[in-house]
């Protein structure tokens, strides 16, 4: 569905998405964004200072409601990193309110990571740009399996009650990572199109799906 | 946003990060306008305009006619306008849109629209929905470091000698930017002993295959390169100057909608003709006047008539989608300003307030202009959108002409506001550059309808009403091409292009007289389809015939168009109307 384009100094995309990495100090972000534009690793430990972000192009083929592949668009990604850290707070959590989807990262040799998960959580409700963002939840440094403090059942429970996807990575095997930024980007993409199609067809009460019943059956009569 | 919690060296990597941001923010807006500008191309092609009025017979978007029991078009669920089946694009399997809406949505998409309105939905608070963090934090930047960085001394900020004349107003480069430089400045120099974000060293190779670009595009890739320098580090202003024209500057801005008179003085092919030429390129000199290079956008009017009041009110709700009046800076406080032509008289002159910062001004201002009822037969109302620069500087933003002598002000329907395309002046539109077109041309029309033509002639065509348009073009007044002597050996084209695309071309004989004397240019169009009159488009091109195998000159063209001009033709048929249409560069012409 996606595969990486190599010029990026120019505005020669179709679309501009910002993306979002948060969680604990030391789960992996700056490391994950850096395989994941470079599909390099770095084993070094540099404390993100407030914030930064690194780029990449990709090639993003739309899917027709039908499930046939349709036209490509160049994407340009903005991909955001925070520093995890409580001084930094007020500064990273500002830069939520431009980010169009989320990964949020824990570390998943570390229980304590994970259990911040749901103050992220609520970090971004009050912060991103709308009530229910697009949310991937990302448990990172699966390679180090011996020291795997938090189960995959139960982060996927976690993952299930916030109705957002899961995924295992490892930025320094690079598993997983580009199906994680790839599934956030999708549903992006899905929702920049929900977003304009919506008022044309949002029902007074709310209820979705039953407006296509709702329909008037005459609609291809001719008026005059 | 509490900046003060970080230390001295961790502020300069932020910044940083800030201004790489802020160069692919530009990147982006560049990306958006043009964006908008072929918006703006798909909708002046196919749109419900002033100049184009349309029947409810033929489509919204391409003007085909549409018939009453097949090809009849539907209605489009965004703009409610009747459109025919090519004109139309599938968005779902189920669901289609127009041309235009298409495009509109297509740009609400891709420009990130969609995420500015659902963010207003949950931040409306927000007074300017489209600051990002990273723009507000790097103003904040710039308050902050006057006190805790000392810059690496300044060069002295130097005012050119030109900008005396309306003193320390005129020089307003906008604070933001010359900050800007000094802090590119800063950071360069910070830069030395400081490291970048991470301390992911890139791959050589790598850097050098991103960066083919041009030095104000280029870009890094990589979070953790050293940062580039797209502004120039010169003039760099000493820090309490800085201060002491940012205040001026939002007081000017303010002071400006009581001041400024200057942009009346505006070239182009306009209603009043005296030496426009030459006092237009005295204030395009004088800086004075701007016009901008391209015009973009919609101005949203209303017009009403108070009969006791007797006085028009032209509510000016907005305008979207402007151009930038300041291109460079991404700048814009617009204003509308208001005439009813042919009176100029600057006491006569209505204006807005001015709106700062934006390219969809809101002003929702009614403006009252005394005047009776019939005299608005002969008006044309003219709302220019300018922006104001300096106190003495306006870029034109674009412009709405609505002849008023068909308006009919005691319908409901015409006092709804409505959105106008914004055009630009017609006299100086590029294309001809060095000449000025100006002047009126004086025609002739009368339509001869078919029952006057020889009936007998086709009866196996009597659906269609075949009739003849002719055109006499009797003289033109106050034209001025450079360098010329005043005998034109002179001929007119004329295209006169039906709904539908049929279009028929005349030309006459070349005929040498001097420009202010009598001319008998006649054109007779046959097989003129009656009911398709009132959609059609006469463009009439004059031309200087070139004795010595030289090249034809162009000397400007005019368009006869408009339902209620052609109306008069097919009311009192056989009979001659004059007209005055007021030339224009005519690029658009097509070479016959
Ligand atoms: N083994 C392993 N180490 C990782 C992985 N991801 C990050 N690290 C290491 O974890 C440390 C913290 O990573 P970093 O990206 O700086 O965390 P951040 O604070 O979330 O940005 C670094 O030493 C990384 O090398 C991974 O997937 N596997
Ligand atoms: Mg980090
Ligand atoms: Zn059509
Ligand atoms: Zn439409």
């Known amino acids: 569905m996606f595969c990486a384009v190599s010029t990026m100094t120019d505005g020669d995309y179709d679309y501009l998405i910002k993306l979002l990495a948060l969680g604990d100090s030391g789960v992996g972000k700056t490391t994950f964004l850096y395989r994941y534009t470079d599909n390099k690793f770095n084993p070094k430990f540099i404390t993100t200072v407030g914030i930064d972000f690194r780029e990449k192009r990709v090639v993003y083929t739309a899917t027709n409601s039908n499930g046939t592949t349709g036209k490509t668009f160049k994407v340009h990604l903005q991909l955001w990193d925070t520093a995890g850290q409580e001084r930094f707070r007020s500064l990273t959590t500002a830069f939520f309110r431009d980010a169009m989807g989320f990964l949020l990262m824990f570390d998943l040799t570390s229980q304590q990571s994970f259990l911040n998960v749901r103050n992220w959580m609520s970090q971004l409700q009050a912060n991103a740009y709308c009530e229910n963002p697009d949310i991937v939840l990302v448990g990172n440094k699966a390679d180090l399996a011996d020291q795997r403090e938090v189960q995959e059942k139960q982060a996927k429970e976690l993952a299930d009650k916030y109705g957002i996807p899961y995924f295992e990575t490892s930025a320094a095997t690079g598993s997983e990572v580009d199906k994680a930024v790839i599934t956030l980007l999708d549903l992006v993409m899905k929702r920049m199109e929900q977003c304009v199609d919506k008022p044309a067809q949002e029902a007074p009460n709310g209820e979705g799906t039953s407006k296509l019943e709702a329909a008037p059956p005459n609609e291809k009569k001719c008026a005059c | ?296 956008g919609e101005i949203e009017l209303a017009l009403v008539y108070n009969s006791t009041a007797s006085c028009l009110e032209i509510t000016v709700n907005g305008c979207k989608n402007l151009a930038y009046g300041d291109e460079k800076r991404k700048k814009c406080h617009p204003y509308v300003k208001i005439y009813l032509l042919p009176d100029k008289s600057p006491h006569r002159k209505l204006k807005t307030t001015v709106k700062k910062n934006t390219t969809d001004p809101v002003f929702n201002e009614t403006l009252r202009y005394n005047i009776e009822l019939p005299l608005l037969a002969s008006r044309t109302l003219q709302a220019s959108v300018w922006h104001s620069a300096t106190l003495r500087k306006k870029v034109f933003l674009g412009e709405v002409l609505i002849p008023l002598h068909e308006w009919k002000f005691k319908d409901n329907s015409t006092q709804s506001p409505t959105w106008y395309l914004l055009c630009p002046k017609p006299g100086i539109t590029e294309g001809y550059p060095g000449e000025q077109y100006n002047g009126t041309l004086l025609i002739k029309a009368k339509f001869t309808p078919p029952s006057q033509l020889s009936t007998v002639a086709n009866p196996q065509r009597e659906e269609v009403c075949m009739g003849q348009l002719s055109i006499l073009v009797t003289g033109v007044t106050n034209l001025t091409v450079s360098k010329y002597s005043g005998t034109l050996n002179s001929f007119v084209k004329g295209c006169l292009s039906l709904p539908g695309g049929r279009e028929l071309t005349q030309r006459t004989l070349p005929q040498r007289r001097k420009s202010n004397s009598q001319w008998n240019h006649q054109l007779v169009f046959s097989e003129v389809p009656e009911a398709n009159l009132p959609g059609c488009c006469l463009d009439l091109e004059l031309w200087d015939h070139a004795s010595f195998s030289l090249a034809h000159r162009s000397l400007g063209g005019a368009k006869l168009e408009g339902a209620s001009s052609w109306q008069q033709l097919l009311q009192t048929p056989n009979t001659w109307y004059d007209f005055t249409l007021p030339m224009q560069a005519s690029a658009s012409m097509k070479k016959t």
């Open chain 2, 1 to 296: 946003m509490d900046l003060s919690v970080l230390e001295v060296l961790e502020r300069e990597k932020v910044l940083e990060v800030l201004q790489r941001d802020k160069i692919l923010r530009s990147l982006e807006e560049e990306r958006i306008r043009k964006m908008k500008l072929e918006l703006q191309e798909i909708r002046r092609k196919g749109a419900k305009s002033f100049s184009r009025q349309y029947s409810e017979r033929t489509c919204a978007r391409c003007q085909r006619p549409l018939g009453k029991f097949w090809n009849c078009g539907a209605v489009c669920h965004g703009c409610s306008h009747r459109i025919c089946n090519k004109c139309r694009i599938n968005v779902t399997a189920q669901e289609w849109k127009c041309t235009v809406c298409h495009a509109y949505r297509e740009v609400k998409i891709k420009s990130g629209e969609w995420f500015l309105e659902e963010r207003a939905k949950k931040f409306s608070a927000d007074a300017d929905r489209h600051e990002t963090t990273g723009e507000k934090l790097l103003k904040s930047y710039q308050r902050l470091s006057t006190i805790s960085i000392v810059p690496p001394t300044p060069p002295p900020f130097t005012e050119g000698p030109s900008s005396g004349r309306s003193g320390g107003l005129h020089s307003s480069r906008p604070f933001t930017k010359s900050m800007e430089n000094l802090f590119v400045s800063l950071t360069t120099h910070i830069k030395k002993i400081s490291k970048s974000q991470d301390d992911v060293t890139a791959d050589p190779g790598l850097l050098t295959a991103d960066y083919g670009g041009i030095p104000s595009k280029e870009r890094r890739s990589q979070s953790d390169t050293a940062i580039n320098r797209p502004f120039s580090m010169t003039k760099a202003p000493s820090l309490p100057d800085l201060f002491k024209r940012a205040k001026s500057d939002n007081e000017e801005v303010q002071r400006m909608a009581e001041f400024c008179t200057d942009e009346d003085i505006s070239p182009g092919a306009d209603y009043h003709q005296e030496k426009r030429g030459s006092i237009s390129s005295v204030c395009t000199e004088l800086g004075i006047f701007d016009h901008n290079s391209s015009v973009t």
